[in-house]
């Protein structure tokens, strides 16, 4: 099984040749490039399998392909010499994503044929070479073995990102959105760049595995108690690692920098659901999981994290509950969901936060493709109110929808409830011990409360009731390439809970805790990258209520209650054949529900009264004190030039006698110093 | 081959030779006057290398002062065509009219 790995390198290549020949050639193939991308991203998912298996079989690889830089650096813990190389570690969390993000990428590319060729779009070109850019970049993010190889290619997906949320560049919203997702995101990425120059010039290495990595360093470091400069080193990792979650926060859309996401919107959906599924947004999720034994040697870091992740969680919630536009609702959703991951992820469960990844990523390409399939439907019309009865008419859809809806409300036994009962489950334990994560999952379990409640009010919305419009009465109809993926992630939104079926597990003793086994090296692993040596890092306490199975079944019934709670509510508001607006009761609530917080608001304040003042103050600054020193300094020569130039008479005598009397001047002072007058 | 007069008063001629020169070069406008007075300062020179040449009893000054001879030649025939370009434009050969050439 070892050749398997040689062609590990292909499968990003391949998207990257997509990339190429749509941008060369798109224009004269018949689908516009398309085919190339559906090609290319089968190619991917194939080898992305062939990955799975062979880790399955028990091998795992980490190599370097390419070494660009070697450099002599006395690094703070005495290494000295640094390496910036391109390599790949596939282990079964890389394997995992990438069967993940190709999977996605294929339906997404598939889907595109009915929701971009299908409606007649213009410049699919560019279109199909985005997309093609986008999945070389994240596969290449998820293949990197080391920190700055995965920092380029964020920050490729960064910029992929927004070339696709500007597709529609002659609209005024689309480029203002892309370079809002552009600019946000490069905010939180400025500090992952520091984070990644703060760890190799502390550790002098930057790779994920084995013993020669940062985390390993980190550990020895911690053990040897070495001062990294001026901190203990605990602090000093927490320092790090929260400059690296600077760009994690900014790419996963957390607070505060969850801004750019809802903007983001303006994109085509096809490119929604490959942001929020398996590109862009789950990238900074993955940077922490493949990360995660760095983050574990710090028990503020972890809390941090949870504590954002509950706190996003449960923020994006409520503003999801007041939106009108089928895709801000599933926008607000995904913002939402990242927060359980890092949620789980903070509180020590890696595993959990893993597993929601992956649910989410089949539930939330499911539920856009299915917004995509709804607005094709109703001819370009996104406004739910305008929507209705749907179901009878668009049934793939609709019980597609449902199923995605179902999975990402939590209820059982679609995969979403084990994920997100898994991190929640995580998150009680370790809070029964420690009162800020006991926050985060207090916030986190009300969020389930307003999952289920936007989500069915969405699903209630766009499906149940009597047509509102006439577009809704006569939809347009989909074609195979839109109904094909929505079965499949329908299928998988269903089942994919099936890989870790923790509660199951404990409760009837049977070993079916597959991804569990999968991550904790059951088949093929990394050393120092498995679930139980996490687990050693992590030094959180854990707690039960009286004993470990009914704090679980505790936990479970209680998000469960709520999530159907939540849908019940909407049912009763929304699901009746003239549903009406209940925002009136919210009162003032609803208009800050309604401004997001007047999160914006207050983001642009602090760009324009505190950030636009401090520029102008350094431009002042630059313009007087440093040009005038410039300025200064030319304009005394200028005016000694115009001076001196007098001298210059033009008559060819004057310089004779100047020259003659420079010669006696230079022969008198010559005597005076050889002493000739003496 | 004896010396028929010692060096010094070959160098005074040479010295005076020079200074007559460079007097002509600082009094006269007169461009024509100005390449004369600059051949007299080469021969001042010519005299000197050829004296020392003579002295230390070696070739080496005598034919500098041939090189010395053909360079005067090719500048006598520059500055010739330098004062023809000078009265075709200003009708005078007055150094001192042409002060244009500066910033």
Known sequence: MEGAFSYAPAIAAFPLVAFVVALAFGKYMPKKGALAGILATAGSLLLSVVMLVAVASGEVYHGTIYEWAVGDALTEVGADGIEFTFGILIDPLSALMLVIVSLVAFLVHVFSLGYMNGEGETGLPRYYAGLGLFTFSMLSFVLADNLLMAFMFFELVGLCSFLLIGFWFRTRSAPSAAKKAFLVTRFGDYFFLIGVVAIASTFGTLQFAGEESFVAAAETAIADGTTLFGFGPETWVTITGLLVLGGVIGKSAQFPLHTWLPDAMEGPTTVSALIHAATMVAAGVYLVARMFGYYAQSPTALSIIAFVGGFTALFAATMGVVKDDIKQVLAYSTISQYGYMMLGMGVGGYVAGVFHLMNHAFFKALLFLGAGSVIVLMHHEQDMWKMGGLKDKAPVTYWTFLAGALALAGIVPFSGFWSKDEVLYDALIVGLEQPVILAAYAMGLLAVFFTGFYTFRMVFLTFHGEPRTDTAENPHSVGWSIKFPLVVLGALALLAGVANLAPVAKLTGMDITYLEFWLDGEYGYVEGLTYHDYHELVAFEEGYISSETVTMLLGAGLSLGLAVAGAVTAHVLYNVPEPTRHTAKLGGAYDVLRSNYYQDEYQVWLAEGLTLPLARAADRFDQTVIDGVVNGVSTASLFGGDRVKRIQTGIVTNYAALLVAGFIALLLVLGFIGGWFL | ?103
């Open chain 2, 1 to 103: 081959m004896s010396v028929a007069a010692g060096v010094e008063y070959y160098v005074l001629l040479s010295m005076g030779l020079f200074c007559i020169g460079l007097f002509g070069i600082l009094t006269r406008r007169n461009a024509l006057m100005f390449l004369m007075s600059v051949e007299l300062m080469l021969n001042a020179a010519n005299i000197n290398l050829i004296a020392f040449a003579f002295y230390h009893g070696n070739l080496t000054g005598q034919v500098f002062a041939l090189f010395t001879m053909a360079l005067a030649a090719a500048e006598v025939a520059v500055g010739l065509g330098i004062i023809l370009v000078l009265y075709r434009n200003f009708r005078d050969v007055d150094v001192t009219v042409p002060t244009t050439m500066r910033w």
